[in-house]
């Protein structure tokens, strides 16, 4: 029995806590923000993609010029920071990037800048990305994202990035500084290449890169790295980074207290939600304190739980590796008697390496992710459905990650430096119940786990990851000389858009599964609801 039902809900009236210790209140019930269609389980877990719980305007949908009003309301919240919103008097100056004249900064000339008045290069600040593209007709579409009960269209467009025309720093008295933020993902070094290179082009020339994460900024044991290109030409040819990574960190104070010590002006924070809030927190301060310093976010996360953008980087090359763990899985079920294959992958709080895994390798006979909920036993649960595919196919592949099924385990306070909760090994807990359940029952099964976490962590970008990391890296930079701060970059609709890092932090992006691409992935697994 589908237990399940279609619903239109206003997310004002949830209470949700998010990952990394962020964490909104009951939001109020006169801000009736954004509408979304979602089928509702029996935990009532919501899979809406909740915007910025920040905004305290009020949209009367009943007004009829309420679409106007949405407008007016998005784009004061997608503005982007800006040096000037603190120094009013800043002045510009023609930038030193133009791909025509490749000499920057004329030699021996601090301050004197060519330019190509011909280039057109440049992006213009009026350019903009359509943010969604698909107009759902209906709340009961599937996917529909819905911004009132009548699932009107109403336009919402980002920032495009690029290059600007003009600059709000001069590269001579620049110090720019990298840092990577929390565990290993494939293209890290991909990333800081691209900002050394690009900045050395704007005519920058001191480079630094702050060791181990935030933890950089105050232990005196850990010198920074002097960056350069000749430094960085090849060390995205091997994974992990050249700079270390780390949780945790000190005090905001006392990270922007050692950017002034040295004299730093431009950061560029490598790394997931956690990080990027740290990021939005560095700019804040620096605001506070009036400080001149441009901070620009890079989202680093493999499990591509980033909200609105299409995905981060590392993302395609983890779901690629896991390919080489789901078949060797394959292939000790299908060649065991009663095999059983168990692959875990990332995921704490999204299913999308998972989904998309099982999805590319056609392997997968159950795929199990956090944002659906599953039983392991009755006669509905997956040991049962396992049993199934023993007696008709012989053998089973399962794909489950990290973070699903943490209500089976029990239940910890533990966490890690970066506040996550330290979640218990749902891979093990599977492979032993079904090792039990199959003993119980008389039927012989041979289990098999396999925990690929740290190899695909540690791996070299691929091609598609190389080229994500290599654009990133450029608009970062192209960021932080325009003059914004607080903004992260990121692919929208396959183009490259600046996000006020405010909108992008609330919680993490979580799959849908309501949405063709989890149906997709039911469609290739076949398995039923496990409810």
Known sequence: MDTTLPHVITTPYLTTTFRHGLTTSKLRHSNPRLFRSFRVASNVRVFSELKSHNNTATIDYTDPGWKTKFKEDFEARFRLPHVTDTFPDSVSMPSTFCLKMRTPVMNGVPGNYLSDEEWNGYINDNDRVLLKTIYHSSPTSAGAECIDPGCNWVEQWVHRAGPRKNIYFKPEEVKAAIVTCGGLCPGLNDVIRQIVITLEIYGVKKIIGIPFGYRGFSDKELMEVQLSRKVVQNIHLSGGSLLGVSRGGPEVSEIVNSLEERGINMLFVLGGNGTHAGANA?????????????????????????????????????????????????????????????????????????????????????????????????????????????????????????????????????????????????????????????????????????????MIRACR????????????????????????????????????????????ISHPQLVDPNSRMWHRCLTSTGQPDFV
């Open 282 to 454: 560095i700019h804040n301060e620096c605001c506070k304190r009036r400080l001149k310093v441009s901070v620009i976010g890079v989202p680093k996360t493999i499990d591509n739980d980033i909200l609105l953008m299409d995905k981060t980087f590392g993302f395609d090359t983890a779901v690629e590796e896991a390919q080489r763990a789901i078949n060797s899985a394959y292939i000790e079920a299908h060649s065991a008697y009663h095999g059983i294959g168990i692959v875990k992958l990332m995921g704490r709080s999204s299913g999308f390496i998972a989904m998309q895994s099982s999805l590319a390798s056609g392997q997968i006979d159950v795929c199990l992710i956090p944002e659906v909920p599953f039983n392991l036993h009755g006669p509905h649960g997956v040991l049962s459905h396992l049993k199934y595919l023993i007696e008709s196919q012989g053998s089973a592949v399962v794909c489950v990650a990290e973070g699903a099924g943490q209500n089976l385990l029990k239940k910890t306070n533990a966490t890690d430096a970066s506040g996550n909760v330290i979640f218990g090994d749902i891979g093990v807990y599977i492979q032993q119940q079904t090792k039990k359940y199959f003993k119980e029952i008389g039927i012989h099964a041979d289990v098999k786990y396999i925990d690929p976490t740290y």
């Open 461 to 504: 970008a691929n091609a598609s990851d190389g080229i994500l990391c290599t654009v990133l890296g450029q608009n970062a930079v192209h960021g932080a000389f325009a003059g914004f701060s607080g903004i992260t970059v990121g692919t929208c609709n396959t183009h490259y858009a600046y996000f006020p890092i405010t909108e992008v």
